[in-house]
């Protein structure tokens, strides 16, 4: 069964310190991976994507994720975060060969950003 | 609408009453998913729901959920006999239909917090 698996869940870093956190998934076809992001008292919103072509996506507020096909890993990065970074952040993989196209999530990574 | 609506926003019950959740997706998206949000469990995938293809049930945690889709817009989460381990955070999401790739990113309503006490 399609999975997706964070490997940090809980991340504590200082204003401008790198970042890079963790997601693999399982599943052998074609697919279509998603980073959200869930601030405090806030809704989930996407902050990147990829489904095709350039394996490094670029998302909004200098976030980024590669996709390395070869590893089943989609990890995401930021070269400096900062104290609004703080949040909880959800690797999400869709099946998308196949005929349901079902959207997994993994257990998510909470970042706290230390001022 | 602009974007997904979710009622109640919280939803306080007593063990064993039943309760409906509703949510409405935005308007196009043929694509609706619920999920439950519990601390330290992520998103936890319930049912999922494309176009007119049967839905995909297989993350129902018991046969006290069901939900349905009419008209291929509102859908609703029905639990019965609540228990207090269901006690959780319920979110829906809807998307455009898998026509191509680029455009299955999911939408997400503010969910429904739901106490069973």
């Known amino acids: 069964a399609q999975s997706v698996s964070q490997h940090n869940h809980h991340v504590i870093l200082s204003e401008a310190a790198s970042l890079e956190l963790g997601c693999n998934y399982s599943y052998g076809g074609t697919v279509n991976l998603f980073w959200y992001v869930q601030y405090p008292g806030q809704h989930l919103q996407l902050l990147l994507k990829y489904f095709s072509g350039d394996p490094l996506v670029k998302g909004i507020k200098g976030f980024e994720a590669e996709f390395i096909k070869s590893k089943f890993s989609f990890n995401l990065r930021k070269p400096s975060v900062q104290w609004s970074d703080t949040a909880e952040y959800f690797c999400?993989?869709?099946?998308?060969?196949?005929?349901?196209?079902?959207?997994?999530f993994g257990k998510g990574t909470k970042l706290s950003v230390k001022p | 609408g602009a974007g997904v609506s979710q009622s109640p926003s919280n939803k306080v019950t007593e063990k064993g009453k039943d309760v409906e959740l509703r949510c409405d997706p935005i308007?196009?998206?043929?694509?609706l998913y619920w999920y439950r949000q519990s601390l330290g469990q992520g998103l936890e995938f319930l049912i999922y729901f494309q176009g007119n293809s049967a839905p995909d049930k297989s993350g129902l945690p018991s046969d006290r959920f069901s939900a349905e889709r009419t008209g291929g817009s509102v859908s609703t989460l029905t639990i019965q006999r609540t228990q207090q381990e269901d006690s959780a955070v319920y979110l829906c999401?809807?998307?455009?239909?898998?026509?191509?790739?680029?455009?299955?990113?999911?939408?997400f309503g503010q969910g429904t917090r739901l106490t069973v006490v």
């Open positions: 999401a809807s998307s455009f239909r898998r026509a191509s790739r680029r455009d299955t990113e999911a939408f």
């Open positions: 308007s196009g998206h043929t694509a």
């Open positions: 999400a993989c869709m099946n998308y060969g196949g005929s349901q196209g079902n959207l997994i």
